[in-house]
Structure formats: C-alpha cells, structure tokens
C-alpha cells in the first residue's frame, strides 16, 4: 500500500510540475519590485475623480520635471478618460483590464513630464520582467491619425533629457531604454489596450524606473497623442495552455487515486 501511495503522489506532483514547467520559462526572470500597481494608494484622497498627477500625489510614484511648457500628466479613475472637463479623449474608451486608477499622458513632449519609482532590493547584473498594460486615443476637439508608445527607462539616474531645437524632440538619458509597442491610432480614435512585457537589468542594488509618454516620434504637432498606462507588474493570469495541462495532471492523479481504493476493495 505503500507504494501505491508513493506512485500516486509521485505521479500526480510530476504531472503538475510538468504543467508548471512549461509556462516556467516565460516567467524566468523575476518581476521588478513595483508598489502601488494600479495608482490607487494616493496622498491626496480629496482630489477629483481625474486631476494632475501631482495633485493626486500616487504613493511611491514621483512626478519629473515637465519637459515643457505643460505638464499634462493625469491620474484617472475608471470611467474618466473621456471627461472633457479637464482632458478627455474620444469615446467609447474601456477601462483597464486590472482595474484601479490608470495614468493618462499628452504624448506631444512640450506638454509631459515623467514620472518615476525608486526600486529598491535589487540584484546589480540581474534581469527582471516588467509588464504593464498600455492605450492610447486623441483628445477630444482635435483630429489627425497619430502614433503612441512609451518611453521606459531604468538605471541610477532618472533623469530624462527633452531636446526639442529641431523639427521632432528627442529624449536621451544615462539610463538604459526600452520603447514599448508602437500604437497606430486613427483621427478621432483609440487603441485598445494591449499588455506589454520587457526585461530590464539592474545597474545596481537601488534603481529608478522611468516613463515618458511619446506620441508622433516626438513630434510638436499639437494633434494630440495621448498615452495610458495601467496595471504595472499586476500578478500574471496563468495561460489556458497551462491551466488544461494542471487539469490532466489532477485528472491522472484522481485516476490513480481510484484505483488504489478498488484493488483495496478486492483484497477486502
């Protein structure tokens, strides 16, 4: 009896570890140690539903200096990014798939800033995984097709140069950068959101994570481009693949298990 119990819990662990193993390599590398994931936890609770991100204040998060002249960076609540009383965008807009507060950025450089978290923690050399999920559309009163993404950078400085002496800005800094999926938005119009995955490599035990909203290849247009992001680093959903897989592996097990109490039954 003994074996049999040594077979089923071996077979059923090496069946679910062989689900696990599968969708293992995906999440190789460690998420990077971001707080307050979906800008819910703020400073400044009494702010209204969508206002500036530094009137609402996100707990961990720090707003940079504003690139321009402007400084139209946001904190939305669900259902808000269409409100043109403040910054609204063309309708229908949905929400974030994780839910919570969402940033909302002008993509035209001479009207953003950056925002920032210091991550602490870290394993200088070693490769983390940052996903967050991202969306764009056109303000309201304004047409013209445009082109969104974000500008992510990570390293010890967070500081981001904005140079603007020529016909489009370019933005440089000391950090390393990745540029998130280019979004295609049509006059008038939005992109779905859509999850976006990357690996950074810390330079240090300490570094700061960086975004800057980018719309138009750092055009000035004033058309103009606006960026969302929400959801950073919110746990990962297992993939259908790997749930049926843990489902034959539970299933195998069940399988075995009823055996062993039907030859118990025959021995009886």
Known sequence: MRVLSFKAGALGSTAIGLAFGLA?????????????????DVNTPS???????????????????PAGSGDLVF????????DDTVYGVYGPFANPPPGGNFVQADGNPKYESTFEQTITGLTPG????????????QQQGFSGATTEQWKVFFGTSGKVNVDCGGG?????????????????????GSSAWNLVTMTLTATAATDILTFLAWGNGGSTANEPPTVFLAGVNTPAVPEPASLSLV??????????????????????
């Open 24 to 40: 293992g390599p995906a999440m190789a590398d460690p998420f990077l140690p971001v707080s307050n994931l979906t800008f819910t």
């Open 47 to 65: 702010t209204p539903p969508k206002a500036l991100f530094s009137s609402v204040n996100p707990a961990d998060w720090f707003r940079g200096q």
């Open 75 to 82: 904190i939305d609540a669900p259902g808000t990014a269409t």
């Open 126 to 137: 070693e490769q983390y995984t940052l996903s967050f999920w991202q969306a764009a559309g």
């Open 168 to 188: 489009n800005c370019t933005a440089s800094s000391t950090d390393a950068e990745v540029d998130s999926t280019l979004m295609n938005t049509p006059s008038e």
């Open 247 to 268: 489902g034959v592996g539970l299933l195998g097990l069940g399988r075995v298990v009823q055996r062993r109490r039907a030859k118990r039954k025959t021995a009886v």
